[in-house]
């Protein structure tokens, strides 16, 4: 099953006709301090790009919790990794601290922001804000043709109320469509 298919199957759930690339996921995972974090947590793994592109930086003694929402995506990932840093679990990330159970140092996101209700993404972000520790780090990306828009303006105005940094990377043109990435960190 591709990411395609359940794009067609289950649009508003799954959020991207195409895996992000690898230097999508390289950007995703730079300048997070994965390398020193003891628990992270990825939302909206789907294939696992950027799952893989964790697991590389993170520490042997680490762990990484991903929420997948998508029964079809959480299962081919759990059965695709054997890798005992990672717990797939299939829920959603609204309920992220009943799924992760301590405080997290970063959390990367691949959930589609814009498509999704202003009321839940905000549960979400409220979530990810919860479980973060004091100068914990959130990315996520955003389709450079769809920034202009009121759905993903109002997504980046409220990181921008939520963190107290937020920068953008430079756009990853060898993506399908090319991105670029949030990073936001919370308070220390």
């Given at each position: 099953?591709?990411?395609?298919?359940?794009?067609?199957?289950?649009?508003?759930?799954?959020?991207?006709?195409?895996a992000?690339?690898?230097?999508?996921?390289?950007?995703?995972?730079?300048?997070?301090?994965?390398?020193?974090?003891?628990?992270?947590?990825?939302?909206?793994?789907?294939?696992?790009v950027?799952?893989?592109?964790?697991?590389?930086?993170?520490?042997?003694?680490?762990?990484?919790?991903?929420?997948?929402?998508?029964?079809?995506?959480?299962?081919?990932?759990?059965?695709t990794?054997?890798?005992?840093?990672?717990?797939?679990?299939?829920?959603?990330?609204?309920?992220?601290?009943?799924?992760v159970?301590?405080?997290?140092?970063?959390?990367?996101?691949?959930?589609?922001?814009?498509?999704?209700?202003?009321?839940?993404?905000g549960?979400?972000?409220?979530?990810?804000t919860?479980?973060?520790?004091?100068?914990?780090?959130?990315?996520?990306?955003?389709?450079?043709?769809?920034?202009?828009?009121?759905?993903?303006?109002?997504f980046t105005?409220?990181?921008?109320?939520?963190?107290?940094r937020?920068?953008?990377?430079?756009?990853?043109?060898?993506?399908?469509?090319?991105?670029?990435?949030?990073?936001a960190?919370?308070?220390?």
């Amino acid at each position: 099953m591709s990411i395609t298919t359940e794009f067609l199957r289950r649009p508003l759930m799954t959020g991207a006709v195409a895996a992000s690339s690898r230097r999508l996921a390289y950007a995703m995972t730079a300048s997070v301090g994965l390398e020193r974090a003891r628990t992270v947590v990825e939302l909206g793994p789907g294939t696992g790009v950027f799952t893989d592109a964790v697991l590389a930086r993170l520490a042997p003694e680490a762990r990484l919790v991903a929420v997948e929402l998508n029964p079809v995506l959480a299962a081919r990932l759990s059965a695709t990794r054997r890798d005992t840093r990672l717990t797939v679990v299939q829920g959603s990330a609204a309920e992220l601290a009943a799924a992760v159970g301590e405080p997290v140092e970063a959390v990367i996101s691949g959930l589609p922001w814009t498509v999704m209700p202003r009321e839940r993404r905000g549960h979400i972000l409220d979530a990810v804000t919860e479980v973060l520790v004091p100068g914990g780090r959130f990315t996520t990306f955003a389709y450079v043709h769809a920034a202009w828009t009121p759905p993903a303006r109002d997504f980046t105005a409220e990181l921008g109320r939520r963190f107290d940094r937020l920068e953008r990377s430079t756009v990853v043109w060898r993506n399908l469509p090319p991105a670029f990435v949030h990073r936001a960190t919370r308070k220390p």
